[in-house]
């Protein structure tokens, strides 16, 4: 299985600070890299596919970038409506795998 | 709008299998898309179990490979998962998903709400 690190498992930050999280395959997986946002009690919410697309709808503040085995994802200016969980998933190779997790909340 | 809706038992005693249904609404369940199961205990993280294709193809997380069944039924328009032999390691919330349009497998777009499996006598 391809292993996904995912850090920090959580963090806290101000509301228009910069935001990034980094996700490190345990194998190359080229592009095939998705971040998911989760608000608790919900399912998770694609935001980012293949690295660096934004899925349409998503607010331009979401980002992502990396190839290979390490990727990062940033949000620009933290707002409040942010505070949610974030994972990565490859898509690579089967099984498909998510990272840890990364729980942002507000300072 | 592409809907999906979990339903079944949320209580399965320890050694029972757990059953679960994922109704379809607004796609085919016959589309070209790999339809997915992914679960997530109480507190932690996602976990995939697996995926069906509308030939009745399948693949499986080898850490559950042995117990798991995903079978598709079109005449419904749905897809459903067995888990048997269950633990409590098996509570969780279990989520039925597809990939987003444009792709077969990948980045999971439509997500049901989620429902919670407890597994307890």
């Known amino acids: 299985d391809i292993q996904m690190t995912q850090s920090p498992s959580s963090l806290s930050a101000s509301v228009g600070d910069r935001v990034t999280i980094t996700c490190q395959a345990s194998?190359?997986?080229?592009?095939?890299l998705n971040w998911y946002q989760q608000k608790p009690g919900k399912a998770p919410n694609l935001l980012i596919y293949?690295?660096?697309n934004l899925k349409p709808g998503v607010p331009s503040r979401f980002s992502g970038s990396g190839s290979g085995t390490d990727f990062t994802f940033t949000i620009s200016s933290l707002q409040p409506e942010d505070i949610a969980t974030y994972y990565c998933q490859q898509y690579d190779k089967l099984p498909l795998t998510f990272g840890g997790g990364t729980k942002v909340e507000i300072k | 709008q592409v809907q999906l809706q979990e339903s079944g038992p949320g209580l399965v005693k320890p050694s029972g299998t757990l059953s679960l249904t994922c109704g379809v609404s607004g796609d085919s369940i016959s589309s070209s898309k790999w339809w997915t199961w992914v679960r997530q205990p109480p507190g932690k993280g996602l976990e995939w179990i697996g995926e069906?294709?509308?030939?009745?193809?399948?693949n499986y997380n080898p850490s559950l490979k042995s117990r798991v069944t995903i079978f598709i039924d079109k005449s419904k328009n749905q897809f459903s998962l067995n888990l048997n032999s269950v633990t409590a390691a098996d509570t969780a919330v279990y989520y039925c998903?597809?990939?987003?349009?444009?792709?077969?497998?990948?980045?999971?777009?439509?997500w049901g709400q989620g429902t919670l499996v407890t597994v307890s006598s």
């Open positions: 998903a597809r990939p987003s349009s444009g792709y077969s497998s990948g980045p999971l777009d439509y």
């Open positions: 293949d690295a660096s």
């Open positions: 194998q190359d997986i080229t592009k095939y």
């Open positions: 069906i294709y509308h030939t009745g193809s399948t």
